[in-house]
């Protein structure tokens, strides 16, 4: 490419000065560098080798067909043709012993290695002289990670203004390495190392309980559990039971929040009905978490109205719902009020004897009735369009665990469809789930 023609604006070709590195050229119309070796001349100005192939056209790897402004030949493939760059590396892979990226070769047990495995095998550590594949480079996987991590350890450290506070964050440092491995602790440690930045950027010293739960949020605090962990062990800072249940309660109602945020407009229903009760909170009529066991049926009702194609949830809504979930008809009472009240919806909660039937007739899914069930609609000769469906709906119940009612409605709604080796999926949405092949001859589709 270093010689190749260009054409300019006005259609003149130029051949490009080509070839040495040298300094105080003309700026790289890409890169802007000034020292370099010519690769192209663009009709916009000289572009330096590395940046050349932004100019030139490129073309199609002879191997994989993609296009690509990298291509280039690899002899040693086998290929004659200039090919893009995935295909050039297609000899190399992850070493069976170092797992490096590195171009392989077959040991012949059957092994890929990278060269330095192949020929040298395993060397002795230069840290603690236990053996170790050559391709790591003389460190053994362990004594990698312990200096990183002290290196890593260290780098932060020095951060911190107070010399107690750099004690602290060493000592957790040790810490972390004794309790999750050396490993890990260099992948984590600086990510935790910003909470320690961030608990001492407000205050002199370790903030109490209180100041550190209402300081971070609740996902942070779960985030940085390990830290959190070691000031406790510590006796540096003491979070009791209840605090740590108000995090997690703080959580989970954002949590139902989000997901009621995904709902559309019906989030607007959710939003008043979680500032009734954190009024109703505020007032000390109900606590934490009797507002988050309220928050919680009350999407699940949203949910069940939008899968029936509504906003504003319905009587047969609610007692779709109440039909999957009995045992929440106290629990979204508040919720079925607001949506009453406030919003003009029709509905009247169910009474306690009718919910109670429907708890005594609902039994747990027994998988080996199931199974009776579907061989011997699977033996019987005469199908009729019906049992063929009732088929398809006992395995997607005994295979994936569907329920029976989802099930009867995928069995009706979703298609089905040949997928690899002759076996059948039920298409729905965008998921395949597989029947088996056995499923198909007998049946016959
Ligand atoms: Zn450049
Ligand atoms: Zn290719
Ligand atoms: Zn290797
Ligand atoms: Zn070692």
Redesign the pocket.
């Given at each position: 490419m270093a010689n190749d023609i260009a054409a300019t604006k006005d259609g003149r070709r130029m051949k490009s000065a080509g070839g040495k590195v040298r300094e105080g050229r003309e700026p790289c119309v890409r890169c802007l560098r000034t020292t370099y070796a010519i690769g192209k001349v663009t009709p916009y100005g000289p572009a330096c080798n590395a940046c050349s192939p932004y100019f030139s056209k490129g073309g199609v790897?002879?191997?994989?067909?993609?296009e690509?402004r990298w291509l280039s030949k690899v002899l040693r493939l086998g290929i004659d043709q200039p090919?893009?760059?995935?295909?050039?590396r297609l000899d190399h892979g992850n070493c069976a012993l170092c797992r490096r990226n590195r171009l392989l070769y077959d040991d012949g047990a059957g092994r890929l290695l990278c060269k330095r495995c192949l020929t040298k095998g395993t060397v002795a550590c230069r840290t603690c002289g236990k053996p170790s594949p050559a391709g790591r480079g003389g460190e053994c996987d362990d004594c990698y990670w312990n200096r990183l991590l002290s290196k890593r350890i260290d780098i932060a450290a020095v951060v911190f203004d107070r010399k107690e506070n750099a004690e602290i964050f060493r000592a957790f440092g040790e810490w972390l390495r004794e309790d999750a491995g050396a490993h890990p602790a260099a992948i984590k440690i600086n990510r935790y190392f910003e909470f320690f930045l961030e608990m001492w950027s407000s205050g002199e010293n370790i903030p109490d309980a209180t100041t550190l739960l209402k300081h971070f949020s609740a996902g942070l605090l779960r985030k940085n559990f390990q830290p959190l962990r070691f000031l406790e062990e510590k006796g540096l800072v003491k979070i009791t039971a209840t605090d740590r249940m108000e995090v997690t309660e703080r959580k989970r109602i954002k949590e139902i929040m989000a997901q009621s945020a995904e709902t559309g407009s019906a989030h607007i229903f959710m939003i008043r009905y979680h500032d009734r009760l954190t009024e109703r909170m505020r007032e000390g009529v109900t606590g934490l978490s009797s507002v988050r066991l309220a928050l919680s049926p009350a999407l699940a009702l949203l949910k069940t109205a939008i899968m029936n194609g509504r906003e504003l949830p319905c009587q047969e809504d609610l007692l779709e719902y109440l039909g999957t979930a009995p045992g929440q008809r106290a629990a979204v009472s508040g919720f079925v009020c607001l949506l009453r009240d406030e919003f003009g919806a029709e509905l009247a909660l169910p009474s306690v004897k009718s919910l109670r039937c429907k708890i005594a007739r609902r039994r747990p899914e027994n998988r080996l009735d199931l199974e009776r069930e579907l061989m011997e609609l699977m033996r019987s000769v005469d199908k009729s369009e019906k049992d063929r469906r009732k088929l398809v709906e006992l395995s997607l119940r005994y295979f994936h665990r569907i329920p029976a009612r989802m099930a009867r409605k995928m069995a009706v709604e979703d298609q089905l469809v040949e997928i690899d080796g002759g076996d059948m999926a039920v298409l729905s949405g965008k998921k395949h789930y597989w029947l088996p092949k056995q499923l198909y001859y007998v049946t016959s589709f």
């Amino acid at each position: 490419m270093a010689n190749d023609i260009a054409a300019t604006k006005d259609g003149r070709r130029m051949k490009s000065a080509g070839g040495k590195v040298r300094e105080g050229r003309e700026p790289c119309v890409r890169c802007l560098r000034t020292t370099y070796a010519i690769g192209k001349v663009t009709p916009y100005g000289p572009a330096c080798n590395a940046c050349s192939p932004y100019f030139s056209k490129g073309g199609v790897c002879a191997h994989c067909g993609k296009e690509s402004r990298w291509l280039s030949k690899v002899l040693r493939l086998g290929i004659d043709q200039p090919i893009c760059p995935a295909c050039q590396r297609l000899d190399h892979g992850n070493c069976a012993l170092c797992r490096r990226n590195r171009l392989l070769y077959d040991d012949g047990a059957g092994r890929l290695l990278c060269k330095r495995c192949l020929t040298k095998g395993t060397v002795a550590c230069r840290t603690c002289g236990k053996p170790s594949p050559a391709g790591r480079g003389g460190e053994c996987d362990d004594c990698y990670w312990n200096r990183l991590l002290s290196k890593r350890i260290d780098i932060a450290a020095v951060v911190f203004d107070r010399k107690e506070n750099a004690e602290i964050f060493r000592a957790f440092g040790e810490w972390l390495r004794e309790d999750a491995g050396a490993h890990p602790a260099a992948i984590k440690i600086n990510r935790y190392f910003e909470f320690f930045l961030e608990m001492w950027s407000s205050g002199e010293n370790i903030p109490d309980a209180t100041t550190l739960l209402k300081h971070f949020s609740a996902g942070l605090l779960r985030k940085n559990f390990q830290p959190l962990r070691f000031l406790e062990e510590k006796g540096l800072v003491k979070i009791t039971a209840t605090d740590r249940m108000e995090v997690t309660e703080r959580k989970r109602i954002k949590e139902i929040m989000a997901q009621s945020a995904e709902t559309g407009s019906a989030h607007i229903f959710m939003i008043r009905y979680h500032d009734r009760l954190t009024e109703r909170m505020r007032e000390g009529v109900t606590g934490l978490s009797s507002v988050r066991l309220a928050l919680s049926p009350a999407l699940a009702l949203l949910k069940t109205a939008i899968m029936n194609g509504r906003e504003l949830p319905c009587q047969e809504d609610l007692l779709e719902y109440l039909g999957t979930a009995p045992g929440q008809r106290a629990a979204v009472s508040g919720f079925v009020c607001l949506l009453r009240d406030e919003f003009g919806a029709e509905l009247a909660l169910p009474s306690v004897k009718s919910l109670r039937c429907k708890i005594a007739r609902r039994r747990p899914e027994n998988r080996l009735d199931l199974e009776r069930e579907l061989m011997e609609l699977m033996r019987s000769v005469d199908k009729s369009e019906k049992d063929r469906r009732k088929l398809v709906e006992l395995s997607l119940r005994y295979f994936h665990r569907i329920p029976a009612r989802m099930a009867r409605k995928m069995a009706v709604e979703d298609q089905l469809v040949e997928i690899d080796g002759g076996d059948m999926a039920v298409l729905s949405g965008k998921k395949h789930y597989w029947l088996p092949k056995q499923l198909y001859y007998v049946t016959s589709f």
